[in-house]
T-cell receptor, first 112, second 117 residues
Framework: QQQVKQSPQSLIVQKGGISIINCAYE??????FPWYQQFPGKGPALLIA?????SEKKEGRFTISFNKSAKQFSLHIMDSQPGDSATYFC???????????FGKGTSLLVTP | GAVVSQHPSWVICKSGTSVKIECRSL??????MFWYRQFPKQSLMLMAT?????????EQGVEKDKFLINHASLTLSTLTVTSAHPEDSSFYIC?????????????FGEGSRLTVL
């Protein structure tokens, strides 16, 4: 059973545009929500993470928006660049000491 | 950030043989490591939680006799795929959390691609 639902499955954005990926969860015990970026043949790398005590977190061009009541969170990539083309995974866990439950991933292509 | 290293990065073996994959935390001690499996264009699926000095905890549907996990030290966990078959071909990724850090970040290895002929 997929505990974290992610959409869209794939996304094409023009250079300079905003990429938006959404995730939803059901388990109210989740309180750690990271986003990972993965390039082909590589392990995932942490982009940004948020906890439920804040509704938004921004690091550079990457922003997480978190809606605790709706049990949803999203990743916004501002000024998207071709180098951002990768697969993005949202994830969640009860706390930072537990294994992560991953969404199915979003394949992002940023066109020049 | 902390570094998790996997070896080998890719391996090709014949059906019926066993393959060992190593996962090391290079600059921190990890009492717990996680092993994931990823099929092409799919998500990461947790296989097992590796605990230093004790038995691994396997996820439902993962054969513990097929995927042997040993976490003999605070910096090394190994995954052995026994009697490998073509359906075991996959990308195996380990991860660990630096307990001294305060971010809770889970660090991933670069992955090991197994191809069973």
């Amino acid at each position: 059973q997929q505990q974290v639902k992610q959409s869209p499955q794939s996304l094409i954005v023009q250079k300079g545009g905003i990429s938006i990926i959404n995730c939803a969860y059901e388990n109210t015990a989740f309180d750690y929500f990271p986003w990972y970026q993965q390039f082909p043949g590589k392990g995932p790398a942490l982009l940004i993470a948020i906890r439920p005590d804040v509704s938004e977190k921004k690091e550079g061009r990457f922003t997480i928006s978190f809606n605790k009541s709706a049990k949803q969170f999203s990743l916004h990539i501002m000024d998207s660049q071709p180098g951002d083309s990768a697969t993005y995974f949202c994830a969640a866990s009860p706390n930072s000491g537990y294994a992560l439950n991953f969404g199915k991933g979003t394949s992002l292509l940023v066109t020049p | 950030g902390a570094v998790v290293s996997q070896h080998p990065s890719w391996v090709i073996c014949k059906s019926g043989t066993s393959v060992k994959i190593e996962c090391r935390s290079l600059d921190f001690q990890a009492t717990t490591m996680f092993w994931y499996r990823q099929f092409p264009k799919q998500s990461l699926m947790l296989m097992a939680t590796s605990n230093e000095g004790s038995k691994a905890t396997y996820e439902q549907g993962v054969e513990k006799d097929k995927f042997l996990i040993n976490h003999a030290s605070l910096t090394l966990s190994t995954l052995t795929v026994t009697s490998a078959h073509p359906e075991d071909s996959s990308f195996y990724i380990c991860s660990a959390r630096d307990p001294s850090g305060n971010t809770g970040e889970l660090f991933f290895g670069e992955g090991s691609r197994l191809t069973v002929l």
